[in-house]
């Protein structure tokens, strides 16, 4: 009873007395730091004002060599030296910055963190900021300087309510005057709010005041206004500004002359716009100055008096009464006629009447017009008089009286062919041809007798349009005229129209659409014919291929021919053999047709059509082949078994008629594969030839059978069908994956301290080899003796009897930490031996990875706490060092353990005997 009260003592001092340092930190300790004003703050290690070195800060004894990270981007750190230059952080507020150093092997303390509070910075105060009265938005932070920047999570206050709206002040809002506005950054931390003022003047924007314009005719009297005062014309404006002129007239002497003489401008410089401006600056360079123009207009005065006018065109055909218009042209005379638009009245009198004004627009002298096609309505002769000139937009419209300004025009009548109508015969290219143009009712003959010029319009076959006039004469309504021979060469469809008749002495001229549609045929030409007979297989159809008869017309056509070599045949006709684009083609009777070389001569074409034709040809000629097909009579086709992945070989032997070469063959597969139309090119030696299936081909175990539809020559490209009626099956073994007992990943590492594939191996349930491998594809293999690690993941696959290995893997994470219960032993002995040196509980990392260990020495003082990343107890102290040193003495102490694994199961205590 006395030796536990005195153990129990001696814990509770030992946990007061000693202390222990433990291993070196690698990143030293976390710390804060709070800087309230920046601009003053200085660490006393020779960088400038608000410049931090962190590495400076840290606890403990950090090593050098590590990063820093800034963890609130808060801008302002160089990663690599740990130097923080606070001014380029924008806003007040707390930040983090993390030291790591993973420099050092075995060292787990490789992070810590540095906290700064960081007051707030308002700039500094500015007590002669200026805005302009005009100015609704002022932007505020430029009064603050910029070197550096204020924070800007602050607020702004100050001048009347409603005139700041954020970080911009309203200057037209709070009117001339002057205001005191604070921006003021908010407390954080121990750190208190601070403001700077800023002392802002709104200048008055400068007024040059409303001005008045004067404007006159260049004939009025000037002699009074020789001496006109500029500022009669401005109203509101501000005193103690300049006139400038600005065309200019000379008419200002200096910055204090306001007066001008009208009478001297107008003898100088004649009509035009004189414009005086007058400046006013402002009372400060901050506002703009103001401008106002004042303009003396002098306006020319128009007269229209020897000017010519013209009407075109002249004559007008009555039926074009609704087409054309008729323009009327002024071109000044001596009087040179201003550029402008004006409103011209005109008076039409004679064979038509009315009157009009409208707006003519002049440039260099000249202007037209177009007279109302409402007044133009009569045959005859009209005359046309400009009887008055305005000036619209004068505003004294500057006009003169117009005495004997006038012209003349006439409408005539246009021919009358409401009962004529024409025709064309057919006729073949290169004869002559007439078209005849008929009165339809010669009782009442509408086209007088008189010469006519025509226009007509001749469309071709292939839609070309050609216009073409001649002239005729009309005797009781009938009249005839040759076509030129030269556009008829094409043959062919043709439409002739007549669009226009035109009297030749009045030039009046009917539209009309009198038309007629003819043919003209083509003589077949194939001078240039050649014939292309492609070679052939036996049994196909043999094509003849006729081209390059690039004169012949388009159509159906009988072709004699004759055929020499292996067949013999004379005088034979294809009938309606169609030609497009000087080609067509036809088909031999399959009835002459035998294997063999044989050539065809092409003797006479015939138009179907038109039965136009010539024995002149080309003595176009070409030779041609029937190929015979592959013969594979009696070949036979062998596959077999395979394993899962393997590649199928096919054999074919036997095919002894089938001439040696390259064939391509077509093949489908079906049953537990299918695919279709696979080609491979084989090549066959004396009737025999072996091919692969690819792998990607055959991915399912089961039967497969092979049916090869098609053997294609490489050399004649004739195939043949022969094949297919031999199909041929094979089988693919695919053993598929192991099976593992329930459980069978999970051992205990005590149980088992070296466990191996062997281990995992005895756990499968299958029959066959069982391989092991590090990947679910390709990889390595373990052998049995290789040893398994906890959480490590093992692929199995299951090779049978046969030898196939399967196509997939088992997979397999193996758990080594499946144990009831830990070995924890009462005693260590840390005498630099070599023997039994730590407090190690083994296995507990595997079985209890999230495990904590305290131990207390007799007094209760905790010694030692540690995890899976910390160092094993070694007899030395890792918190606290009241007892002087870290070396702990000879004695029992006492253990906390906490397994903290997803049982909750309860934490074991015990004893410990550490014996030096």
């Not at 380029?88 to 540095?114: E, F, H, K, L, R």
């Not at 003898?267 to 123009?293: D, L, W």
């Not at 229209?304 to 054309?324: K, R, V």
């Not at 049916?707 to 043949?720: A, E, F, H, K, L």
Request: charged share 10%; proline share 5%.
């Amino acid at each position: 009873m006395r030796r536990c009260k005195f153990v129990l003592i001696m814990f509770i001092i030992s946990f007061f007395v000693y202390n222990y340092d433990g291993y070196a930190q690698c990143a030293g300790d976390n710390n804060s730091i709070t800087i309230c004003n920046k601009e003053t703050y200085n660490q006393g290690i020779g960088n400038p004002n608000g410049v931090v070195n962190l590495f400076l800060l840290l606890g403990g004894t950090p090593s050098p060599g590590g990063t820093w990270i800034n963890l609130n981007s808060s801008g302002g750190l160089n990663t690599t030296t740990g130097i923080l230059n606070t001014w380029q952080i924008n806003q007040s507020g707390n930040y983090n910055y993390q030291y790591v150093n993973n420099t050092i092997p075995g060292c787990t303390n490789n992070t810590a963190i540095i906290t700064l509070t960081l007051g707030g910075f308002p700039g500094v105060d500015n007590p002669s900021a200026v805005a302009c009265d005009n100015n609704t938005s002022v932007p505020l932070f430029s009064f603050l300087g910029s070197s550096p920047n204020p924070h800007f999570n602050g607020i702004w206050t100050g001048g009347p309510a409603g005139s700041i709206t954020g970080n911009f002040f309203n200057a037209e809002f709070a009117g001339v005057g002057t205001y005191t506005l604070t921006y003021t950054v908010p407390a954080i931390g121990s750190c208190p709010s601070r403001s700077a003022n800023v002392t802002l003047t709104v200048h008055p924007l400068p007024e040059s005041g409303v001005a008045s314009s004067l404007t006159f005719c260049e004939t009025d009297d000037f002699s009074t206004l020789t001496n006109v005062d500029l500022f009669n014309l401005l109203a509101g404006e501000d005193t103690g500004g300049f006139w400038t002129d600005n065309f200019p007239t000379g008419e200002i002497s200096g910055a204090g002359d306001s007066f001008i003489n009208i009478e001297n401008i107008v003898a100088n410089f004649g009509p035009g716009t004189y414009t005086f401006t007058y400046n006013v600056n402002p009372t400060h360079p901050i506002c703009t100055p103001a401008t106002s123009n004042v303009a003396i207009t002098i306006e020319p005065v128009v007269d229209l008096n020897g000017a010519t006018l013209t009407l075109s065109p002249t004559p007008i055909c009555f039926n074009d009464l609704s087409t054309t218009s008729l323009t009327g042209t002024i071109i000044q005379g001596a009087n040179s006629i201003p550029n402008g638009t004006y409103d011209i009245t005109y008076v039409l009198s004679g064979a038509n009447n009315g009157s009009e004004t409208v707006s003519v627009t002049f440039a260099g002298g000249t202007g037209s017009f177009t007279v109302n096609p409402v007044f133009v309505t009569t045959i005859g002769t009209t005359t046309v008089a400009i009887t008055n000139v305005i000036n619209s937009n004068s505003a004294t419209n500057c006009t003169r009286i117009i005495n004997n300004l006038n012209s003349s025009f006439t409408i005539a009548e246009n021919p009358d062919a409401t009962d004529t109508q024409i025709s064309v015969a057919n006729f073949c290219v290169g004869q002559n041809a007439q078209v005849n143009l008929t009165d339809i009712n010669n009782n009442s003959v509408e086209l007088s007798d008189d010469r006519y010029i025509i226009t007509y319009i001749l469309t071709d076959p292939n839609g070309q349009q050609t216009t073409q006039t001649t002239v005729i004469q009309v005797v009781n309504g009938n009249a005839l005229f040759s076509l030129i021979s030269s556009l008829t060469n094409i043959p062919g469809n043709y439409s002739i129209t007549i669009t226009n008749i035109q009297n030749e002495a009045t030039g009046c001229s009917t539209t009309t659409n009198l038309n007629s549609s003819f043919i003209v045929y083509p003589i077949p030409d194939v001078s240039n014919l050649t014939i292309s007979i492609d070679d052939t297989c036996s049994g196909d159809d043999v094509v003849v291929n006729l081209s390059n008869a690039t004169n012949l017309t388009d159509g159906l056509y009988d072709i004699e021919y004759s055929i020499s070599g292996a067949i013999s045949v004379s005088n034979l006709t294809a009938i309606n053999v169609s030609f497009t684009s000087g080609s067509g083609s036809f088909i031999l009777p399959n009835s002459i047709l035998v294997e063999g070389t044989s050539t065809l001569s092409i003797a006479n074409f015939v138009s179907v059509t038109t039965l136009c034709g010539t024995a002149t040809s080309s003595g176009a000629s070409d030779s041609f082949t029937i190929l015979p097909l592959p013969n594979t009579t009696g070949a036979t086709i062998n596959a077999n078994n395979i394993c899962i992945l393997d590649i199928e070989t096919i054999t074919i032997e036997n095919a002894s008629s089938l001439t040696n070469g390259d064939y391509t063959l077509s093949y489908d597969l079906t049953g537990a594969n299918n695919s279709n139309a696979n080609s491979i090119v084989v090549t066959f030696i004396n009737g025999s030839a072996q091919f692969d299936i690819p792998s990607t081909l055959l991915e399912n175990g089961g039967t497969t059978t092979i049916t090869i539809q098609t053997i294609t020559s490489n050399t004649t490209t004739c195939g043949s069908s022969d094949l297919a009626t031999n199909p041929v099956s094979f089988t693919i073994t695919d053993p598929g994956e192991p099976t593992l007992a329930a459980n069978g990943n999970q051992f205990c590492i005590q149980d088992l301290p070296n466990p191996t594939i062997a281990d995992l191996n005895a756990n499968i349930t299958s029959s066959g080899i069982i391989t092991w491998y590090d990947a679910p594809t390709g990889g390595n293999s373990y052998a049995l003796t290789d040893p398994i690690t906890n959480g490590t993941t093992y692929y199995a696959s299951l090779t049978d009897a046969q030898g196939c290995e399967g196509s997939s893997r088992l997979e397999v994470t193996v758990d080594l930490a499946n144990c009831p219960d830990l070995f924890i032993p009462d005693g260590f002995s840390p005498n630099n031996d070599g023997l039994n040196e730590t407090f190690y509980i083994k296995n507990i990392d595997i079985i209890y990875p999230n495990f904590e260990l305290e131990i207390f020495n007799r007094y209760g003082n905790l010694v030692y706490k540690g995890n899976i990343n910390t160092p094993d107890f070694d007899g030395k102290s890792t918190q606290s060092t009241i007892l002087g040193n870290d070396i702990l003495p000879t004695g029992v102490y006492y253990y906390v353990l906490y397994y903290n694994d997803a049982t909750n199961k309860k934490p074991t205590q015990g004893r410990l005997y550490l014996s030096r």
